[in-house]
Structure formats: C-alpha cells, structure tokens
C-alpha cells in the first residue's frame, strides 16, 4: 500500500491550507485514514482520524479549525486546516489503517498501517 500525500507549504497565522492524502496498492479494506503530526523536538501526535463507519476524532488542539472529510476517490481524504497557528507547524503525516479480516475489522491483529511520507507545514506568525 502506498500513501501519497500533498497539500502542505508555508502560510501565515490564520491562514488555511488543506492537505490530501491517497492510499492505493490494498487487497483489502481501508478502515481508516487520519492524518498524524510531528514538530521537532516532540512526539509525533494523531491529529484527526475518520474511519469507514463515520467515526471522526480530533486533537482537543484542532478542533473547530481542522476538519478531516473522505475524498470523492476511493481510499482518499482530505483535511482542512483553517486558522492555523504556529504552534500548528509540523510535519504532517498520513496514515491509513488497513483491516485484513471482514468478520474483525477493528481487531489489530488483522489490521496493518501504513504511513505517507510527510509534508511540511510552517505557520509564521
């Protein structure tokens, strides 16, 4: 499986980008893309993730600034990032879950992850 990730740059503060992400290569199911984030010196943190069930999760930080949809294209999404800050200026990764077993999607013993090479965001203040 391969992500293919775009969409990021250099915005000032308060400002908007949106980032797209597209997962191909699986034999099986794409349960769930999200996007996660690493700034230097820190760990890398789950940003937003949407699963194929409609569930959404954000980090307390993003919410009402960031939304994370499913792409028209099949294994696709797209998150938005509206009112950035430069506390936001990281490096964006994608990420997709893949569920290799239709009777326990969301068992992780059958599911695999896989990781997009990172885009940059830089947020200037």
């Known amino acids: 499986v391969q992500l293919q990730a775009s969409g990021g740059g250099l915005v000032q503060a308060g400002g908007s980008l949106r980032l797209s992400c597209a997962a191909s290569g699986s034999a099986y199911s794409i349960s769930a893309m999200a996007w996660y984030r690493q700034a230097p010196g820190k760990e890398r943190e789950l940003v937003a993730r949407?699963?194929?069930?409609?569930?959404?999760d954000y980090v307390d930080s993003v919410k009402g600034r960031f939304t994370i949809t499913r792409g028209n294209a099949k294994n696709t999404a797209h998150l938005q990032m509206d009112n950035l800050r430069p506390d936001d200026t990281a490096v964006y990764y994608c990420n997709a879950v893949e569920s290799r077993s239709t009777w326990y999607p969301n068992d992780p013993r059958y599911q695999q992850q896989y990781w997009g090479q990172g885009t940059l965001v830089t947020v200037s203040s």
């Open positions: 949407l699963t194929t069930t409609g569930s959404i």
